[in-house]
């Protein structure tokens, strides 16, 4: 059975930075894409990044050139570093794990923006 334990939230200042891991149990890690996601209050879960088992990424516009989503295989974590954080950026932040017969998705970690 897989699990995905994310970490890192917290309240950060605008223009602040915070490092969020997703830490999955059990096996075949490298075989999964790896992504992250966020919903605001009110709002739909939307993607943030997206890492393949090959290494490939994407983004969304919103947070391209202050994100980077990155992965270590022997650690089964993926992270996402998130620089020169925005109010805007406020919101749950969910680690998926998907493979062509379905995902996984962990419990989530807030996010936070203020001054």
């Known amino acids: 059975q897989v699990q995905l334990v994310e970490s890192g939230g917290g309240l950060v200042q605008p223009g602040g930075s915070l490092r969020l891991s997703c830490a999955m149990s059990?096996?075949?890690?490298?075989?999964?894409?790896m992504g992250w996601y966020r919903q605001a209050p009110g709002k739909q879960r939307e993607l943030v990044a997206r890492i393949t088992r090959g290494g490939s990424t994407n983004y969304s516009d919103s947070v391209k050139g202050r994100f980077t989503i990155s992965r270590d295989n022997a650690k089964n974590t993926v992270y996402l570093q998130m620089n020169s954080l925005k109010p805007e950026d406020t919101a749950v932040y969910y680690c998926n794990a998907a493979r062509d017969f379905g995902d996984y998705w962990g419990q989530g970690t807030q996010v936070t923006v203020s001054s």
């Open positions: 059990g096996s075949m890690f490298s075989t999964y894409n």
